[in-house]
């Protein structure tokens, strides 16, 4: 049994809570927000974000972020992307040397274009880090739906511990070293899921968001492999996984974000709607800017940016991915 600390009490945070505590760990989460910490104590469930998922009572909630994380084996950031430098540097004071920190969240930070184990392991460099990621939506794993994921680690020691203290009968986790594959799959996916989602919102067919979603791989593939990463991470879990999970799935909140722009919705009003933090919207700018730095080619998720910061119109913005030049779908073939 482990002592385990979550930060973040969204609904990820739950299920995971849910799920750790069901695999008979001892557990206890953190929120900034003392109106959800009472409404988790009070009904043990996340009414406003994972409904219908009851938290055993053994899991304990709390604002203190001290109380949380003194003596814990293993803590687990879950809070959006947005807040993971600001929540790491206020917890770092609070984590002993050589606990294992686990991201669970996607997203590039915006202006340093760093990662989400990057940014913690600038707030917490006496932590032992590794990352969580896969095609794995709260309100399946909350309700214990067959779900696989990926634990990632630049430590092998570290992703097989993540993996024993995660994996169950219904939760099954596999391991791999690299980290920026994981990491960088499973924050462009959210870009390339807002463009399905305003596909799906411009009343286009199967054959359109097919397209996009193989073309949307292909351009995360160019990046993930120009910054390091290796292209079986993105054929696996937390590449083509996650990316499919995402632009198809009812639970998205990147797709239903993209489909309310795609009806004609900005994406403050999208983000309004959908009541949860839209990470896709985080990650653009930040993939953009690093699609520039290591000069790869990412129409889509260029096409994306123009939408949700210079007020092109969704319709049009798709037109214009569709006149590009022609070109080989695949650099890598050549005609002999």
Not at 279 to 292: D, F, M, R, T
Not at 298 to 316: S, T
């Amino acid at each position: 049994m482990k002592k385990i600390c979550i930060l973040g009490a969204g609904s990820w945070g739950t299920a995971l809570a849910v799920l750790l505590s069901n695999n008979g760990h001892e557990v206890t989460v953190w929120s900034i927000d003392p109106e959800e910490v009472l409404m988790l104590k009070d009904y043990r469930e996340q009414r406003d974000k994972l409904p219908g998922v009851m938290v055993p009572s053994t899991v304990e909630f709390t604002t203190d972020m001290e109380m949380a994380l003194s003596g814990k084996d293993m803590a687990v950031c879950a809070v959006p992307s947005p807040f993971v430098r600001t929540t790491m540097k206020k917890a770092s004071a609070y984590i002993a040397g050589g606990v294992i920190v686990v991201d669970v969240a996607k997203g590039i930070e915006d202006k340093t274009y760093k990662t989400m184990t990057e940014i913690i392991g600038e707030e917490c460099p006496q932590a032992r880090i590794g990352i969580l990621s896969g095609p794995s939506h709260a309100e399946e794993v909350g309700r214990k739906i067959p779900t696989t994921i990926v634990a990632g680690s630049k430590d092998r020691e570290v992703a097989e511990t993540i993996q024993d203290t995660f994996m169950n009968e219904v939760f099954r986790v596999y391991t791999s070293p690299d980290v920026i594959g994981i990491e960088l799959g499973g924050s462009l996916k959210n870009v390339i899921a807002l463009a399905a989602g305003m596909v799906d919102g411009l009343g286009f067919g199967d054959n359109t968001k097919a397209a996009l979603m193989t073309r949307g791989i292909a351009e995360m593939s160019r990046l993930v492999t120009a910054m390091g990463g290796h292209i079986e991470t993105l054929a696996g879990l937390s590449g083509i996984g996650d990316l499919i999970v995402t632009c198809t799935s009812k639970h998205s909140r990147n797709r239903n974000a993209g489909y309310l722009m795609g009806q004609g919705k900005t994406y403050q009003e999208a983000m309004d709607e959908v009541k949860m933090v839209v990470e896709g919207v985080y990650s653009a700018k930040a993939a953009l800017a690093l699609a520039k730095k290591y000069n790869v080619r990412m129409p889509i998720v260029e096409a994306v940016n123009r939408v949700l910061f210079e007020g092109v119109n969704v319709r049009e913005a798709s037109m214009q991915l569709l006149v590009r030049d022609r070109t080989i779908e695949s650099e890598n073939l050549e005609w002999k």
